[in-house]
């Protein structure tokens, strides 16, 4: 079947197109909790305890029976006796009566009778046996309650949720010490172009060092996946058919990046569609930089065609390659900051195709602005001296300086 390529859609419609195609039953594996930073859950957790599982004191002072200080006050104390200190990590020894107090530290378990704790601070010390409380406190204040913080049974993590530190933090401390998570896609890289070599060498004239499989590779550990550099052929169709055949057989997803623009020597289109079913779905979007992307799916893996430009490269990555992992992992909370802030010069655009400028953002007399990068496509120094990228809407035909514009950070 003859398809038409290079015929652009819009960025929206071109993940919709591939999206609808991909499957969505990932692999899992449990793993060590305290290895699982960045990684997706593949089921939903409840807390298999309350936490914390004890009164616990929030605040250095004395556990107390509230009513023995209500009405107190720096001109008229309550007296109260000290009749111990609980130590950390220990369950206290004894319980409380009316008028007496122990002295407790941040954390510390509140004693049998005791159901507040009075800040230090607000307490002075008579002898060694008593203390003055100068400010009444309520039932509960300065403490945290048996299961307030996560209660057994309670939902805490949703599957899809890719763990956070903060979040491993909480599952160790209700002992959950191993997670399932889905394993992790081995994304193979392969890089195509006569004038390509590795960065280790030194270009002869009319030659470039690889500069996308490497930035690729980044941004997919970054993604938390795991990169496979399959190296750069030469534009020869036999040698690049070969090595993207074996790259796709033998990983989740392949991304193949240069040779995706209209010419006779780039032939990745021609090769993606010698792959597999269903084949191109998209060749073109309408979208500066990176026209001439490709998404294909073939034989149920992703593969794309990325241009060569590392400007191009980075964008397309970001808008097709990024959904495309958290679509076959099941992730829902990618990690991306959006901001908000005032351009500092006119930009044009065209309307009906999505632009991205590169940028920095500079904070000025307490407001964020965002002061473009301009560059053309293939100066990789023009992303290295951005924190972001603008991005101006197609129904737009350029923002105006002083305009707040949408900027995606790095």
């Known amino acids: 079947m003859t398809r038409e390529l290079f015929t652009v ?41 309350n936490l914390p599982a004890f009164v616990r004191s929030t605040m250095d002072g004395f556990a107390v029976r509230a009513a023995d200080t209500f009405g107190a006050s720096e001109s008229l104390p309550s007296s109260l006796s000290v009749v111990g200190e609980i130590a ?28 507040a704790v009075v800040m230090v601070e607000r307490t002075q010390e008579i002898d060694d046996s008593t203390i003055e409380v100068l400010k009444p406190v309520a039932p509960g204040e300065n403490t945290i309650a048996i299961g307030e913080d996560v209660k057994s049974g309670e939902p805490i993590l949703q599957r899809g949720h890719i763990l956070r530190p903060q979040d491993l933090g909480g599952l160790l401390a209700l002992g959950v010490v191993d997670v399932t998570v889905v394993g992790r896609l081995r994304v193979a890289i392969l890089g195509s172009g006569d004038e390509i070599v590795s960065p280790e060498v030194t270009p002869s004239v009319a030659q470039v060092r690889d500069v996308n499989s490497y930035t690729l590779a980044s941004l997919v550990r970054r993604a938390g996946h795991e ?21 796709l057989r033998d990983h989740d997803i392949l991304i193949i990046s240069a040779g995706s623009s209209v010419s006779v020597r780039d032939l990745t289109a021609d090769v993606i ?9 998209v060749h073109g979007v309408s979208l500066k930089p990176g026209k001439p992307t490709i998404l294909a799916v073939c034989e149920g893996k992703p593969v794309f065609g990325l241009p060569g430009n590392p400007v191009s490269c980075m964008v397309t990555f970001d808008l097709f390659v990024v959904p495309a992992l958290a679509h076959l992992t099941g992730a829902k909370n990618l990690p991306r900051s959006v901001i908000r802030a005032a351009i500092t010069r006119n930009i044009a655009s065209k309307a009906g195709r999505v632009d991205y400028v590169a940028a920095r953002i500079i904070e000025r007399e307490s ?6 990068v301009l560059g053309k496509s293939n100066a990789i120094h023009t992303l290295v001296r951005a924190d972001g990228m603008i991005r101006i809407a197609a129904e737009k035909t350029g923002v105006a300086e002083g305009e707040m514009v949408e900027v995606i950070r790095f």
């Open 9 to 49: 859609v819009t960025p929206d419609e071109a993940i919709r197109r591939l999206l609808v195609h991909l499957p969505t039953s990932p692999r899992t594996e449990t793993i060590r909790t305290v290895d699982a930073i960045d990684r997706v859950l593949a089921e939903d957790l409840t807390s298999p305890q």
């Open 88 to 115: 950390m990590g220990a369950m206290p020894g004894r319980s409380i009566g009316s008028g007496q107090c122990v002295r407790i530290a941040t954390g510390g378990m509140l004693p049998a009778g005791a159901d």
């Open 227 to 247: 990169p496979i550099l399959l190296g750069v052929v030469p534009d020869d169709r036999g040698r690049l058919e070969e090595r993207a055949t074996k790259g």
């Open 367 to 372: 407001q964020l602005v965002a002061e473009p």
């Open 273 to 281: 569609e010698s792959l597999g079913e269903p084949g191109i779905l």
